[in-house]
């Protein structure tokens, strides 16, 4: 199984604020990596997949880029409805597998 | 608007079989390149991929799990399930179900809000 090494775990940033998130992989998954976004109540949100394509209705605030097995997720500019629980997903290959979660909290 | 409806039996025993439905709205499963996948999530810990099911009614599973899985669909009713047999505390989570668009790629573009599962005896 392809590991996802998600960091960091815990993220504390300010409104307005630019943050990043990491994701590597254990082996090539090629570009084929999503994120998505977790908050309590709703469901999860698809923000960007193909390592840097936005999914549709989601901000240009939010995106992403690859560097070998290394993938980035970031949000420029943060807005309060941003903080929350953020996962990474390779889908290059089975059996999918997720990053273990980043929580990005208000400062 | 695409929209997933997870349901289950709440709490079950373990040794029983855990049965799950996904009701599908603004889709059709049946539609070429369309999947749905279930996903779980232990309280306060990751998510887990365990099967997808395809408009063509192929399906994949997880190793880890393959054994005791079993993924269908209803295309008439527009539902896909689940069936995790013989269950044990483990298993206690919330599972979602999720689409997936293979013409765009093996992501989920679209989940439910999720059910909870709880197994104890």
């Known amino acids: 199984d392809v590991q996802m090494t998600q960091s960091p775990y815990n993220l504390a940033a300010s409104p307005g604020e630019s943050v990043s998130i990491s994701c590597k992989a254990s082996?090539?998954?090629?570009?084929?990596l999503a994120w998505y976004q977790q908050k309590p109540g709703k469901a999860n949100k698809l923000l960007i997949y193909?390592?840097?394509t936005l999914h549709s209705g989601i901000p240009s605030r939010f995106g992403g880029s690859r560097s070998g097995t290394d993938f980035t997720l970031t949000i420029k500019s943060l807005e309060p409805e941003d903080f929350g629980l953020y996962y990474c997903?390779?889908?290059?290959?089975?059996?999918?597998?997720f990053g273990s979660g980043t929580k990005l909290e208000i400062k | 608007q695409v929209t997933l409806k997870e349901s289950g039996p709440g709490i079950l025993q373990p040794s029983q079989t855990l049965s799950l439905t996904c009701t599908l709205s603004?889709?059709?499963?049946?539609?070429?390149?369309?999947?749905v996948g279930w996903i779980r999530q232990p309280s306060g810990k990751g998510l887990e991929w365990l099967a997808n099911?395809?408009?063509?009614?192929?399906?994949a599973y997880n190793p880890s799990l393959k054994s005791r899985l079993s993924i269908s669909m209803d295309t008439s009713k527009n539902q896909a399930f689940l069936q995790i047999t013989n269950v044990d505390t483990a298993d206690t989570a919330t599972y979602y179900c999720?689409?997936?668009?293979?013409?765009?790629?093996?992501?989920?573009?679209?989940w439910g809000q999720g059910v909870m599962v709880t197994v104890s005896s």
């Open positions: 099911i395809y408009w063509d009614d192929d399906n």
């Open positions: 193909d390592g840097s």
């Open positions: 997903q390779q889908h290059n290959e089975y059996p999918f597998t």
């Open positions: 082996k090539s998954i090629s570009k084929y």
């Open positions: 999720a689409r997936m668009d293979r013409q765009l790629g093996y992501h989920f573009d679209y």
């Open positions: 603004g889709f059709s499963v049946s539609t070429y390149g369309m999947g």
